[in-house]
């Protein structure tokens, strides 16, 4: 199985400051990894595709990069709305796999 | 518009059963792949069972190989999620799932006694 490694596990910033979250792949994905946020309650919302293709009505402060096994989210001007947790999943081959994902704190 | 509904979420006892449903609609049903993913509390997501469009083809996730089975009847558009042996670990929200893009709502299966 393919091994997602995400960090940090956590992080807090100030509404504004640029945040970047990584996910490694234990082996060669290509570019077939998508970004999540989740909030209780909520299904997960996608947020990039193909590691870098923003999913239509996101905001265009979300942008993601990389490719084979190395990844980021970046959020270029955090907002309070943007407060959540943040997964990486790779579906390149079954099993899906997903990063532990990063909690997100707004200060 | 793709639109994806599960329904069969409840309480059950751990070694009970719970038989999940996903009525599809929106794009072509018998020719995707679909899948069910999970959220228990406080975790992260994890991959549970795909099933190909023709059924040919089934995988499952170690934690449930044995104890759950996934069917779906392209007649219908509906997938489904036969679930046996219910341990509490399996407390979840369930998600049907198209693709990286196609989630449902999730249905919450609770295993407490």
């Known amino acids: 199985d393919i091994q997602m490694t995400q960090s940090p596990s956590t992080l807090s910033a100030s509404v504004g400051d640029r945040v970047t979250i990584t996910c490694r792949a234990s082996q060669n994905i290509n570019n077939w990894l998508a970004w999540y946020q989740l909030k209780p309650g909520t299904a997960p919302r996608l947020l990039i595709y193909r590691a870098s293709s923003l999913e239509s009505g996101v905001p265009s402060r979300f942008s993601g990069s990389g490719s084979g096994t190395e990844f980021t989210l970046t959020i270029s001007s955090l907002q309070p709305d943007d407060s959540a947790t943040y997964h990486c999943q790779q579906y390149h081959s079954y099993p899906w796999t997903f990063g532990q994902g990063t909690k997100v704190e707004v200060k | 518009e793709v639109h994806l509904v599960e329904s069969g979420g409840g309480l059950v006892k751990p070694g009970g059963s719970l038989r999940l449903s996903c009525a599809a609609s929106g794009f072509t049903f018998s020719i995707y792949t679909m899948n069910w993913v999970r959220q228990a509390p406080g975790k992260g997501l994890e991959w549970v069972s795909s099933i190909s469009g023709s059924g040919s083809y089934i995988f499952y996730a170690d934690s449930v190989k044995g104890r759950f089975t996934i069917s779906r009847d392209n007649a219908k558009n509906s997938v489904y999620l036969q679930m046996n042996s219910l341990r509490a670990e399996d407390t979840a929200v369930y998600y049907c799932?198209?693709?990286?893009?196609?989630w449902g709502q999730g249905t919450l299966v609770t295993v407490s006694s």
């Open positions: 799932v198209k693709d990286e893009a196609d």
